[in-house]
Structures are given as C-alpha cells and as structure tokens.
C-alpha cells in the first residue's frame, strides 16, 4: 500500500456475542481493511487500548509506524477527528542539536528549538568522544547526557504548545554515524581504526522508551541508515530532503564539517564520498573560531583603497570571534588584497603592523577594545594551514567524485550546500580559495538544516520514508582510504586557490558575485 | 524458507577497506544468505555484537525467532560449534506453572520443574484474579508475582544445570487466555462480561525484558495465541501436541479444569468450544478437593462383597484429599454401588451409617484416624452436586459439537485427554457417570501436559511454530452462550449417567474396562 499520511481514522465494529474477537485484533482488522496490510500492535499499545477504544464508542485515530517491511501502530487515540498525534525531528549535531515538533496528520511544524550537544563537556568534537567512549562508564555517560538533553527539550517543547508526552508517537532522528552511535549506546571505536567499522549501518525502528525518551508508550524512533563511519544519516537526510535522487540531470550536495560530505548523482545513479576536513570550519578548534551563534563574524571586507578591515556579526554585536562561513570569506579577502600568498602565508608587507608576535605569525583582527570579548581576536598561521587543508580536502572530494564518473565539475548545474554553513556562504568567496568550483552563484542552492528538513519529511509523508531504503542502497561510496590518487590531488589543491590556478578563472556565464 | 532449526552456524566475511559495511549489517547479510530472508536485529543485540563476531574470527551461531511474517535474531554467540542456546517452554497454569529447558539445536530437554502459581495467594480461582486485578495496583501485583516466580524458577533450573541467562534466547509460554493477560500485565476484566472479551488474542513475541524476565539480552517471549476468554492458548498448544489439526479421520481433544474446553476435528476442519465446568474437578474449592499432589484420593474401589469403601493415594500414603479424578472414580464407585441415585442424592439404606450429620449429607470417606490430615475426610452433597454440574457440562460440550457437524459421538475414533487429569482418568468411570461417552478405552489417549508439550514443541522446530497461526485460525469457536439448545442438553446430562440412559451402555467391541 501507499499510505499518504502517517494517522487513520478508524470506525471498528462494535463487538457482540457473535463477534467477540479481542480488542486488539478488532483493531489489527480495521487496520487491515484500512491499509491493506498487517499491522503489529506493540505490547506497550495494549494496556489503555480497551479503554481508549471504548471512550469514543470504537471510534479512533491510529498512528503508525513503518517497522522493516511491515507497519506498526504507536499510538491509538480516541474519536476520528481531534488534535494530530505528533512526531519529532531531530537533528542530532555533534555541537547543536536541533529539534522540530509537528503535526503527523499534516506535517505542519509547531514549534522548532535547539541546544548545545551536552556531549560537548566531556568532548568539543567527535574523537575525543569516540575515545571517551573506550573509558569505562564512558559510553554510558555520553548516551546518557544527549538522551537527557533531547528528552528536556522535548518535554519542554511539549508543555510549551500544551500537548501531552502520550501525544508523541514517531521520532525522527538523522546524526553523523558516530554521533547515533553515541544515541544508540553503540560503541564506535571500531569507527575510528581501519577498517572503519560501524556497529550498525541500519539501525532501523527503535523504542522511544528503550532509549529513555518521553514519549506515547509505544512511541518509535526512526534513526536514519548511515553509509560508513564517515556518511551518516544526517547526509542521508541531507540527499532526501534536496530531492537529488529525484533529479533527471546530476546534481552535487556538499555537507561541511569536520567532515566534508559529498554527494554527487541523479536519479539513476549516485556515489558519495567523505573525507576528514579538520576542524577548521567547525568552531571551537581553532583560537578564535565558533559556531554561527551571535558574535560571529560571518561577513568581512577589505577595502581596496585604505585596505581597512571591516567585519559583519551575527546580530550585529560586537565581534566575539569567527564562524566556518566568515572563515573563508576572510581566507578569502587576505588572498584577494595580497595579505596571504598562495601558500596561505602572511605577507609581512601587506599585513604591516597588524602582524603581532615575534614570529610575527598572528594577524590582529579586532583590537580588545572593539572585541566582545575584551581581548584581541587575532588570526594564527596555524588556523589558515588548518582551513587550506580543510578546502584542499573538499575540493579533492569533489574533483575526484566527478573523476570517478568522468564528469567536469564546471558541468555539475546544481550545488546543494547543507547546513547552516550552507546559509552563509559566499560562494564567490569559497571559489576564491579554491574550495569550491568558480561556478555561477545561482547554481549554489543553500539547503539550511537538511538533516533537520529531512527528518522532518519523513513525519510529514510515510512515502518519503519508503524512499530511504533505496536511496542509501543506491548511493555507490568511494572509498578514499583506497583512493591512491587522492593524497596527490589533495596536495595539488593545498594552493590558493589551486596549483592549477585556470580552474578558478570567473566563468563566463556572469562569474561569481 | 522452512529452517528446520532455530540456531545457525554463520561464518561471515572479515571485513576490510574494501568490504567495510558494518558488524550488524555483515550478520544480516550472512543470514540473508543463509536463510533466505530477512532478519532483523533488535538493538539489544547490538551492544556485544562488536565483541562476540571477534571473539571466534566471524564465525558464530545465531539463534533466530519468527517475528509475525518475520524473523528476528535473538542471541549471537562466538563460534561455529558449542554449547546450543536454551529455550525456555512454560505451561502457565492456573495452579500449577511448569516449565521445561531445552537446547534449541536438538530440542533436547535439559531440565523440567513446576511451582504452584503464586497468585493463589490472591485467588484460588481464576475469577477471584480478575476481580481482584480491577483493586488499585491489583493487576501489578498479580502479573508481578507470576513473573518473579516464573523468573527465579528459570534462573534456579539454568544455575543447576551451570549455564547462564545470556544462553536462554527463545521462551514459548502457553496458558489460558486469563493467565495469559495476567503474565502480560493486561486487564482481563471485560472477559467475564458479556460480550466475553479479551484485551488481545495473539499476543505474538515480546520481548523478554520488557516481563522482566532474565534471559538474553534480545530473548523473545512467544506467547501463544488464544480463540477467545473461554478457549486459550494452553489449548492450542494441546492440539499442536495431539496433532489432531493433522489428522485424516476426527479426533476430540478434551481438556478439564474449572473450563470444560474441547476440540472436535480433523486436517480439514475442526471445531472448539468452552463452557464453565465448575470447580469440581479443579481441587481446592471443595471441601476435600486438591490437586494431584501426594495423599490424594485418585482411585476408589467398593468391595461388592463386604461394601468396604478402599483407596489408592498419589505416593501410596494416608490420604489428605481428593483429586478431580479420584472423584470421578468415588462417583462412579458410589452410583454402581447403589450408595447414590441418578440424581446423585445419596442412598440412605445403602450408605448407612457412613452418613454423617443432622441432615445425613455427608458422606464419611475416611475416618480420622486413617487419614493424613488428623480429621475426617468426608464427602457432601453438595460436592457431588458440583461434580454432576461440571460432568454434565462436559458431556453437553462432547454433544452439542458432534450435533453441530452432525457426527455420533460413538464415531469418534480417537478422544485425546489433557492434562494431569488425561494420566489418571479411568475411561470407565467417566463413562458411568455420564462425563465421557462409553467407547472402548483404547480410543482414549492421555496426553499428560499437552500444553507444556505444545510449547516445548515450539522451541524445538520452527515448523511447529510456523502451524500455529493457521491451526488457530481453522478452529470455528461454537460460543455457547448464544446456544439456546445447550440449555436443554445440559439439564438432560444433570443425571448419572444421562436422563437417556441407553446412550452409556456398554459398547459391543470390548465396552468400557
């Protein structure tokens, strides 16, 4: 069958003498005649059922879950019409977590928060939490303090628009692999040791309650299906949600982080690739870098006349430090002005005073005074070595993506750039250091959180979530470890912008901005 | 794909760069190829995974569960050979619980035990329960008590036979469908009630932990389904053990308690019904009944000659009871004897100074000084009143399912009998009494528990299993309680034998022993 909703209103038969099957198989009937297909009614559903199905005269509305190739029922609820049961899509961020609660029935959104990943205590990025993992106890706190987190923000985001725990039937969670992982309990120290094994590709349906959430009692948790260790269901949710497997002609999403993601493909075909970008465009590596929160520099210029450096916060306060977009708008201004040379060194005569240390090595940004913080925000060699490896590795995904399908980059028509990265972006800018091909600006398309949009697809419309089996098996991954080429493409793209500086002329068709 | 066994030696690929999908999606393909299908793989399983696929070199065995159409993957253990994982077979009985280890490779029994169900402390009586599981935690109190109980005895059978919970992946649990709801935690108030409802009828597999059994982590729980509150699945185990759904020629399955439920039927067709029997045979409700325990009363002779009242005691000791079939036998004893009339009213001139009291309505069996309680064991009128309620009840069932599909009792060749009861039944008695029809005593085969048989035979084929839901689904359930003609029947057998008293003569091959 294909369902379009995830909630059935339902009219049973009321029971007699000459029709007296057990409640629960009164409903698995009515279900049956309703989808056309069996559907299996948890344990946990069965303690209020008889109660629920007689307070509106066997009348009810009955959420399901898809379970495997099967349906299972996660919440009954008394009279056809009344308020939607709910779902929950999360995007499990390995520095944000963000959360949206909407209606199943309609998929409309009531209300969207997010929080710090409580992980970030015991690990600001992933391998140290893959190493704490390995301590004893380890894995168990690290499980325990994001299950906490999400499950306060969901009770929160609950009371807050007066809907009850009972109401929330279907879960939807997309995180890197190593961050579901962390969720599931799993150990992922296998993730980080050749060969890169994951616990579990496809984690599939789990219990709400079996991970501690709050929730209807036979409420179920999808957790998007990963590749590998280095492409997880939040990319998975990413290529769902820009509707690249839908597409007559090839399209890329590139998802940035620690890792840069990327997925080339159509409808007919798709391969995807993930490499390790450093921590560059992460925030909370480097000295002065942070996640796009208000404070951060996400915009700067130089002005070619007095060569004056002026900066754009989030929120327009002052300046507190810089986010991964700012990072490479700024790579990409010192580049352009002559401040660094193609080897991302400072040029002491370009930079003048502005070079602090004996080194000389640290280039003032804002002084204590103008800064947020009250101290000076400097740049260091150290974060632009940082961030041209994390663009050499970017590029070199790309490039060696389109290699492996002996496609041109310049041919790729569509650009999906996931997360809130993907946002800010200048893609002038990031053309400009080499990190992303020198194409027209309109063939960038921002995708916003699409491991939040793509778990959200799922709770709208079952048929999106039938779409996921297939789309992750679909995906061919190219294993760079095996890649031999790689290491000299990724050195070759360790040049700003490129030793191969022709790549980034402006193309003809407008340039970028 | 029809395994013939619930454990698989697996020996799966190592993984390397170029085959690096994850531990629990390399089992998975290994079982796909193994058996056809697919498994699922709860995340329970998961967390040792990692650990038990390395601690042989990939090479394991799995224990598989069928899981609606499905299968699940119950337990995983390191090594190709070994020691077979345990399945636990459990007959819930209303009294009495018995319980079975088996290794699931062979189905060998290791290990049997039985305890008295602890919820007669709350009620002797199946109907007491459900009143009393309507009180304020009433329901948690008997469902805890029959778990806890049931928990200890397995962890007691498997500490004495050294192996360890984490071995024991499958149980099989059989009951009746009230003991069934009870074990589960769910209401069976709306049985009692007209229109007689059950809160489920096939309860499927849930898993161990969550009825808080200690097992293996991923350990399923195969609860069998029942045909309505009158028919349970104690029942259904029985005619999985008869084999009477397999049969060319009829067969009757009886089985007696405080329920007369009985099965008439062949491969093509069979047919159930239940009726209220009374307590009679049940022990404990009247004033000697007991269970078949030592010192009870199971075979009674009147001496022709002299009238010496003599017995035979489970264990061969002074007597401290009745059992139900011991007082088949006294009954049938005493109207021989002439010491009660057709109407079951004791015979004054024929009983003389065995009576007792003002009203000369007890019947003194043993006296004090013989018996193993210190006191008189005698016999009421009120007593044998119950017993020709619940023979009559039975007979009537026996009569109104032959009429239904227009057969002759006397042309059924094979009257299986279960339970503890079916072992110590004398055919002949039951037939003098009117309970059981007077056919020669071959054509009655003792089952002994035919529902801890039934589970047992569960855990040791899957095929077993796999007959179950459509041997369920042919039995068409007769609902007496829409039966105006039973009524009728019932009053006409509520006389020793039977008002028409032709129908128990001898039969020409042989006759009753």
């Known amino acids: 069958m294909n369902a379009s909703s995830w909630v059935f209103p339902l009219r049973l038969p009321p029971p007699s003498l000459r029709d007296n099957t057990a409640d629960a198989d009164r409903l698995a009937a009515a279900l049956r005649r309703e989808i056309g297909a069996e559907v299996r009614l948890p344990l946990e559903l069965l303690y209020d059922l008889p109660a629920v199905l007689r307070a509106a005269d066997w009348r009810v509305r009955c959420a399901l879950f898809r379970e495997g190739d099967g349906w299972i029922a996660t919440g009954v609820f008394p009279g056809e019409e009344g308020p939607s049961p709910l779902g929950a899509a999360v995007d499990l961020g390995t520095t944000r977590v963000a959360l949206r609660l909407l209606e199943l029935s309609s998929g409309r959104v009531l209300a969207e928060e997010g929080f710090d990943n409580p992980q970030a205590a015991i690990g600001p990025d992933i391998l140290t939490r893959i190493h704490h993992a390995a301590n004893p106890g380890g894995l168990e706190a690290l499980a325990g303090g994001i299950r ?40 992922p120290g296998r993730m980080i040791r050749e060969p890169y094994l994951p616990v579990v590709n496809r984690p599939g349906l789990i219990a709400a309650r079996d991970l501690g959430l709050t929730a209807a009692p036979a409420a179920r948790v999808f957790v998007f299906p990963n590749i590998g260790s280095y492409f997880g269901g939040d990319l998975i949710a990413g290529v769902l949600f820009s509707g690249l497997h839908r597409r007559a002609e090839p399209a890329i999403l590139v998802d940035v982080g620690t890792n840069a993601e990327v997925v080339l493909g159509c409808r007919d075909w798709m391969i995807g690739c993930a490499g390790a970008a450093g921590p560059a465009l992460e925030g909370g590596m480097s000295r002065i870098g942070m996640t796009a929160a208000p404070g951060a520099i996400d915009r700067v210029r130089i002005d070619p006349a007095t060569g004056a450096l002026s900066f754009h916060t989030i929120g327009e306060v002052a300046p507190r430090g810089i986010c991964g977009s700012g990072m490479i708008d700024l790579a990409a201004c010192l580049f352009r002005a002559g401040w660094i040379d193609a ?80 946002c800010f972006i200048d893609p ?76 980034f002329s402006a193309p003809a068709d407008g340039g970028p901005r």
């Open 148 to 187: 906490k987190a999400l499950n306060d923000a969901l009770c929160g985001l609950l009371a807050a628009h007066g809907r009850e725990a009972r109401e929330l039937t279907h879960l939807a969670v997309a995180g890197n692999t190593a961050m579901t992982h962390l969720f599931l309990g799993l150990d």
């Open 343 to 422: 080897r991302g060194r400072f040029v002491p005569a370009a930079c003048g005073d502005r070079l602090l240390g004996q080194e000389g090595d640290r280039l003032l940004l804002v002084p204590a005074d103008r800064s947020g913080t009250g101290e000076d925000l400097t740049l260091g060699q150290a974060e632009i070595d940082s961030l041209i490896r994390s663009k050499a590795a970017m590029y070199t995904i790309l490039e060696t993506l389109c290699l492996s399908v002996g496609l041109d980059l310049e041919e790729i028509g569509t650009f999906f750039v996931a997360g809130s990265f993907g």
């Open 428 to 503: 002038r800018s990031a053309a400009t250091i080499g990190m992303l091909p020198a194409l027209p600006a309109e063939r960038f398309l921002p995708l916003g959180n699409s491991s939040l949009e793509g778990a959200s697809l799922v709770l709208a419309r079952p048929e999106h979530l039938e779409e996921i089996p297939c789309l992750r098996d679909r995906i061919t991954y190219l294993e760079l470890n095996v890649n031999a080429d790689f290491m000299n493409r990724f050195s070759a793209a360790k040049f700003l912008p490129h030793t191969d500086a022709a790549r």
